[in-house]
């Protein structure tokens, strides 16, 4: 894979073009030089993140209320990792009824880092 950015735990590479190795399916380098191995065909990318990043999610679980997915985070955000998106932005769309506690819960749960 080359791209021109990489977002990696410590910090963005933004030195590019960046070449990222892939050895039995593992990550096993990430370098400036284009490796003598490398494919004709090999993909182009702007940006590299780890994992996959779901800016959008509502939740998962079945709940008629989007809230209610978010009353318990940990149920979506433990499942997640399965499907390998390691991040997400819960997206709530409030109904005309939603309760003021609710949205206190939510505030101290969604928004959190969890390991």
């Known amino acids: ?5 990489a977002v990696l735990p410590g910090g963005v590479l933004d030195n590019g073009p960046l ?3 892939i050895k039995n399916q593992n ?13 004709d065909h090999f ?3 702007h940006l590299i993140t780890p994992g996959f990043i779901d800016i959008h999610t509502h939740g998962l679980g079945g ?3 989007v809230t209610e997915f978010w009353l318990n985070p940990n149920y979506t955000l433990q499942l997640l990792p ?3 998106t390691t991040s997400c932005l819960a997206t709530l769309v409030f109904p005309k009824d939603f309760k003021t506690s609710q949205f206190e819960f939510l505030s101290k749960s969604v928004g959190k880092i969890t390991p």
């Open 1 to 5: 894979v080359e791209a021109q950015l």
């Open 19 to 21: 070449y990222l190795i």
């Open 27 to 39: 990550i096993s380098a990430i370098q400036n030089e284009r490796p003598a191995e490398a494919h």
């Open 43 to 45: 993909i182009q990318a």
């Open 63 to 65: 709940a008629d209320e």
């Open 82 to 84: 399965n499907r390998g």
